[in-house]
Each structure stands twice: as C-alpha cells, then as structure tokens.
C-alpha cells in the first residue's frame, strides 16, 4: 500500500526579515479572511453558507508570533489566490517558512522536521 504524499503548508510569520513585529495587529485575520472563499469543493452560497476561514488559509499565533498558514493546495486549486498570499508575504518583508503537515496524533509517523526557512 503506498501513503499518500503529504500536504506542504506556508507559513507566513508576522515578522519582517529585519525581525520587527508586522502591523496592524490584525493583518492575520485579514489575509485569511480576504481567501475565506477559497475552499475544496468551491465557496457555499445559501442557506448553508457560514462565515469562517478556508481550511487553505488559516491564521494562528504560533510562539506568541501571529501567522497565516496557507496549504499548498491553494496553488492548485487557484493559482491567482496563491500568488496573492506570497505576493503580500514578500511585498511586505515578512519571515516564510514551509512545512509539512504533521501526522494526527497517535499515529506511526507521528515524527516531523521543524519548517524549513525560505528567504
């Protein structure tokens, strides 16, 4: 049985390459709502839409530092929304690392290497 490939994720640190804290303070919050419509299977309409993030394009404080953490899987799906992210990312000097996702919990390979810088 062969494992799937697993997916690489971005992540996109609140933190310029001169290591300054990135402002406004919610600029996470902002990205990752401007690619809420970017989901799997396409946005929802109706009455089973809801407002939230894309599971593509999340925010998060990892180690206090705010992030955005964007899965590959964008650039596939849309291609434009992925060079948007990356765009921002490098118009604005922020840190970038990639990753991959980590095995659930529990699991054999539940091992991974920390995310590897890409400046």
Not at 42 to 62: F, Q
Request: aromatic content about 8%; glycine content about 10%.
């Amino acid at each position: 049985m062969s494992q799937s490939p697993k997916s690489r994720e971005v992540f996109i640190q609140g933190l310029t390459l001169e290591g300054r804290t990135f402002r406004p303070s919610d600029w996470a919050e902002r990205l990752a709502g401007a690619m809420s419509c970017f989901r799997p299977g396409g946005a929802r309409g109706g009455i089973g839409a809801y407002i939230g993030y894309s599971p593509l394009c999340v925010p998060r404080v990892i180690n206090g530092v705010k992030c955005v953490i964007v899965n590959e899987e964008l650039r596939r799906l849309e291609p434009m929304a992925w060079d948007f992210v990356m765009n921002f990312a490098r118009d604005n000097n922020l840190q970038v690392a990639e990753a991959c996702l980590l095995p659930e919990a529990g699991s054999a390979a539940a091992s991974s290497p920390a995310p590897k810088s890409t400046d």
